[in-house]
């Protein structure tokens, strides 16, 4: 049965689609058949795929809709061990309706159930909302990543996200656990960045430190991971590490 992972923090800008898709590629060249789901209708990790939200017409949006398509008529294979289920803008409105369905919470865990054991590991990306979206995202995860920009208020968002996933745990899904934080964006020079960071190493567990780095935003516009073009980036080792870490700890 694959492990479903999390990617969520309801604060824009902090790298969950960033971490999402190198983490996603390292587990594929690590030879474990991963699967990424684009939860955000801004479909970032679909272009960052290189992939047009456009050019596809089974999306997410096909997933959750109402008579639903099943997720594996929605999956596309973007590379050996790597599938994405794409986005696009339509969800943000199909978000509504979710929300006047019964059961609403368990939308995506339901579509989900069937393909579960054809993966190693199911990465979801969250939209920067604790909306409905990353309700059901949490509800269908076993495990939550959650990537944090190195300054005061990223840090202080923390709380607000951890108190949902516990309530997410007690209400609809006991065995949802937090795998860690992944600190990103980090300038070392910064003082702010640094007293922040060890912070975040004081009160959670932080299992990699991702720099501020020229590389990582170039990969977006390439469509390339940042260890497909920059193999030896300081980013590249670390987004290795939140892989080797799911491959360590993040079993169910
Ligand atoms: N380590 C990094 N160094 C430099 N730029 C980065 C790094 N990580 C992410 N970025 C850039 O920061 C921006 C925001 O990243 P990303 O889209 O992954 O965040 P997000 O949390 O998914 O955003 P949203 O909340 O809008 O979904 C992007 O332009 C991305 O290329
Ligand atoms: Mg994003």
């Known amino acids: 049965m694959g492990t ?3 990617f969520a923090n309801q604060k824009g800008g902090v790298a969950k689609t960033t971490s999402t898709y ?3 590629v390292a587990l594929a060249l690590a030879g474990k058949k ?4 684009d939860l955000d209708s801004q479909a970032s990790l679909t272009i960052s795929a290189g992939m047009e939200p456009y050019d596809y017409e089974n999306t997410i949006v096909s997933v959750l809709d109402k008579g639903s398509t099943p997720i594996s008529r929605c999956t596309h294979e973007l590379q050996p061990n790597l599938y994405l289920v794409p986005s696009r803008l339509e969800l943000a409105q199909l978000e509504v309706v979710m929300i006047g369905r019964p059961v609403r919470e368990t ?8 393909v579960r054991s054809l993966y190693d590991y199911i990465l979801i ?13 949490l509800a269908s995860a076993d495990r939550v990543l959650i990537p944090v920009k190195t300054d005061y208020l990223a840090y202080r968002g923390l709380e607000q996200l951890l108190d949902t996933v516990a309530e997410i745990r007690d209400l609809v899904n006991p065995q949802l656990t937090v795998l860690g934080v992944i600190a ?9 960045d640094r007293e922040i960071l060890q912070l975040l190493q004081e009160k959670y567990s932080v299992v990699a430190t991702v720099k501020k780095l020229a590389a990582v935003k170039k990969g977006v516009c390439d469509g390339k991971a940042v260890m497909e073009q920059a193999p030896t980036n ?9 892989a080797a870490c799911i491959m360590e700890k993040g079993g169910i």
């Open 107 to 114: 939308i995506l865990r339901r579509a989900i159930a069937p």
């Open 4 to 6: 479903v992972i999390a």
């Open 22 to 24: 190198n983490v996603g």
């Open 234 to 242: 300081d980013a590249a080792t670390e987004y290795e590490k939140v």
């Open 125 to 137: 990306d969250c939209p920067p909302q604790l909306s409905i979206l990353t309700i059901n995202a």
């Open 184 to 192: 990103t964006m980090y300038e070392m020079r910064v003082k702010d």
């Open 34 to 37: 991963t699967l990424m789901i």
